[in-house]
């Protein structure tokens, strides 16, 4: 071990009892302990640190399987479990919530809600980030809309309540946000429909709703909600009110207790092309920015706009991070931020004010961050004024929702990073009489107005990393490559580590001070979701789902699909571990690349199979673009079903596998049906996959 982990492992034990006060002091409520893991970043302050020091940098590698739960109906799972009093609460797919013993996987109940079938289509296969808990109930959200208030002891519906328009293409895909006695949930479905983005706050006791924060301007012909709408509204061109605008937040709220203030992240334009969407130009606030909001009212306070006027899906729904850090000789209540974008903003969370903001990643669409106003300085061309350009990051973004942890020992933020450009192009946009798709008809995709292809398939030697970042000197403290692009959250602990799942299946510990790879385990599927740790009678666990999902791997394409994850051959698990664990992984199967069946008999009709892309628009979410999986669901290219005339009208059109996840399409006809075909048969006999998006 090197001389600076040694000093850093005993600095962290002469400073343990004053830490864990003062995480004490900040967490959720004070029933709960530093010992259990309360609410989605386990504190108020979104930091996903544990003050635990029973596994450390000095015995981590005597890690092993505590318990396991084995989640065979499932597929992605993306979630972080919660526990409380001995209890572990998660969410899987279908919507369903969990109870288990936290020391040992028994299940103590579980919920699976009803679903409305004409949302099946909406993300149905992606497990949500998981649960809320408050008092004596856990709260969930659902893909369809509904948040449930449930009796944390029997998982019994206290009340639920809807919290979309069911005519809109909205869904719930983040964890509900408690605080002061309130549930915060936001949505996702900015691509499709027309929507207008917001917030809303929910009586915890009751499901009343308090208040609602409306994220973009609507009609000015209706009048405005209140000052901040008729403010924002001065920033957007056109009648976007007819396309909805956008800025939809689904992740990335903090609640600062120490300033009573809510902070939400909020979501790209709808459509993402400006061109479109704002033809004048302007900011288009309240997109792409950080909202603060007064808690009891929804009342705005301030705002900071991290890609102002944005038409690169450059959202800033990412985590926001709240800290003490000693910047310049002087002490700030700092708020740290990694959106899409590429930059790594510090804030001044009492006033909104910009304290520094550098690139943590490759950055091409801006030079920099003008100090003095506090705006990118965009590189000319950025905007593929010429319809077409290269921009880095693309819009998976430099960092997604996969969570980022600080460590305020170390002093360090720990990043899952993207490295990725990105073609943005105009090709088959018609923009002068473009209108928002039907959500009902298409994929979220076709809601862009613009189109997004990788620029290269071969991303190069480091697609993806984990960073350690340091946010006082806004530079990079260690960075270990990983060989794809997209991967899960981060813990850190007392113990002087950062743990992270992976995409290739490794859950691994490392060194918060230096990047050493300390101890990993090979889980045998890829990893979406983040690890926690809690301690129970003495001992302390580290728990997370084993289930391959996210959107990556939908929309991964062939850097997705080369993992070899395939839907329904690999186990899906909660697994635990401890120091004295003894159990070990059941045999799994190996990665098994999807390979495409031979069909010589089926001559593939260009015209059909240039209609039946269309039709497959309502596929690609789940099955992937170009019917290249990553694993969520099915390789169509690999399928039988698809070859057999009856048995694909079954599936696709009668229903006959919607208990598994596919979703029944009645309204499509026998020639649709054979259209689809031809396309899909076309893409399995594709050997150059360079025009696929992420």
């Given at each position: 071990m090197s001389r600076l982990s040694l000093c850093v492992t005993f600095l962290i034990v002469l400073l343990l009892p004053a830490m864990a006060t003062a995480v004490d002091d900040q967490v959720i409520s004070d029933e709960y302990n530093v010992a259990d893991w309360p609410a989605y970043g386990r504190t108020h302050l979104e930091q996903r640190f544990s003050p635990l020091t029973q596994v450390n940098a000095q015995n981590v590698d005597r890690l092993a399987i505590d318990w396991m739960v084995e989640l065979p109906t499932d597929a992605g799972l993306a979630a972080t479990p919660l526990v409380v009093n001995g209890v572990m609460y998660f969410t899987g797919n279908r919507n369903t919530v969990r109870a288990v013993s936290a020391t040992t996987g028994e299940e103590i109940w579980s919920f699976t809600p009803d679903i409305d079938p004409a949302r099946l289509k909406v993300a149905f296969l992606h497990g949500s980030r998981g649960v809320g808990f408050w008092?004596?109930?856990?709260?969930?959200?659902?893909?369809?809309?509904?948040?449930?208030?449930?009796?944390?002891?029997?998982?019994?519906?206290?009340?639920?309540?809807?919290?979309?328009?069911?005519?809109?293409?909205?869904?719930?895909?983040?964890?509900?946000?408690?605080?002061?006695?309130?549930v915060l949930v936001g949505n996702g479905g900015t691509e499709n429909g027309g929507s207008r983005g917001y917030v809303t706050a929910y009586d915890a006791e009751t499901g009343e709703q308090v208040w609602r924060f409306y994220i973009v301007p609507g009609n000015p012909a209706d009048g405005f909600e209140n000052d901040a709408m008729k403010m924002a509204a001065e920033t957007w061109t056109g009648e976007w009110w007819k396309l909805g605008g956008g800025g939809n937040a689904w992740h990335g709220f903090t609640y600062d207790p120490e300033f009573d203030a809510l902070y939400i992240g909020t979501g790209n334009g709808a459509p993402w092309n400006q061109k479109i969407r704002s033809p004048g130009g302007g900011d288009n606030l309240f997109l792409c920015s950080i909202v603060a909001l007064d808690p009891d009212t929804g009342g705005y306070l301030w705002h900071y706009q991290t890609t102002p006027g944005e038409t690169w899906d450059f959202n800033s729904n990412m985590d926001i991070v709240l800290a003490d850090l000693h910047i310049d000789g002087r002490d700030v209540k700092a708020l740290m931020h990694a959106p899409k974008n590429g930059f790594f903003y510090v804030i001044d969370r009492a006033t909104?004010?910009?304290?520094?903001?550098?690139?943590?990643?490759?950055?091409n669409w801006a030079e920099r961050i003008d100090m003095e106003t506090g705006r990118p300085v965009e590189r000319p061309g950025a905007r593929y004024e010429d319809g077409d350009e290269i921009?880095?990051?693309?819009?998976?973004?430099?960092?997604n929702w996969p969570s980022m942890s600080y460590n305020p020992v170390t002093g360090l933020v720990y990043i899952p990073t993207i490295h990725q450009s990105v073609r943005y192009t105009e090709d088959f946009i018609d923009l002068e009489n473009w209108q928002s798709p039907d959500w009902r008809d298409v994929a979220p995709t076709e809601g862009m107005a613009v189109n997004t292809l990788v620029a290269s398939m071969d991303p190069g030697p480091k697609p993806g990393s984990l960073q350690a970042w340091d946010p006082v000197q806004q530079k990079q403290a260690w960075e270990v490559p990983l060989p794809v692009s997209w991967n899960p959250g981060t813990l850190t602990t007392a113990g002087n580590l950062v743990f992270q799942g992976r995409a290739d299946g490794l859950f691994a510990a490392y060194d918060a001070a230096t990047g050493e790879v300390l101890w990993q385990k090979q889980l045998g599927l890829g990893i979406a979701a983040p690890p926690i740790t809690y301690q129970i009678d003495g001992t302390q666990y580290v728990s997370l789902l084993v289930g391959w999902g996210s959107?990556?791997?939908?929309f991964g394409g062939i850097e997705a699909s080369r993992l070899g994850w395939r839907y329904g051959l690999h186990p899906r698990r909660l697994v635990t571990f401890s120091l004295k664990g003894k159990q070990e992984l059941p045999p799994m199967p190996p990665p098994d690349v999807p390979v495409a069946l031979e069909a010589p008999f089926l001559e593939i009709d260009q015209g059909m199979a240039m209609n039946g892309a269309t039709v497959y628009n309502q596929c690609q979410f789940c099955h992937g673009g170009m019917a290249v999986s990553g694993g969520s669901a099915p390789d169509l290219r690999a399928s039988s079903i698809v070859l057999n005339d009856a048995a694909f009208s079954a599936v696709v059109r009668d229903g006959d596998l919607a208990e598994r996840g596919m979703p029944a399409y009645p309204d499509l006809s026998d020639q649709q049906l054979k259209e689809l075909q031809h396309f899909i048969r076309q893409m399995a006999r594709t050997e150059d996959y360079s025009v696929i998006g992420f």
């Open positions: 008092g004596d109930k856990v709260y969930a959200a659902t893909r369809d809309g509904w948040l449930y208030a449930l009796k944390a002891a029997t998982g019994e519906v206290v009340w639920r309540t809807l919290t979309i328009d069911p005519d809109k293409a909205l869904y719930i895909t983040g964890a509900p946000k408690i605080f002061k006695g309130k909104g004010k910009l304290i520094s903001a550098e690139p943590f990643a490759e950055v921009i880095t990051p693309g819009p998976i973004g430099a960092h959107g990556f791997s939908s």
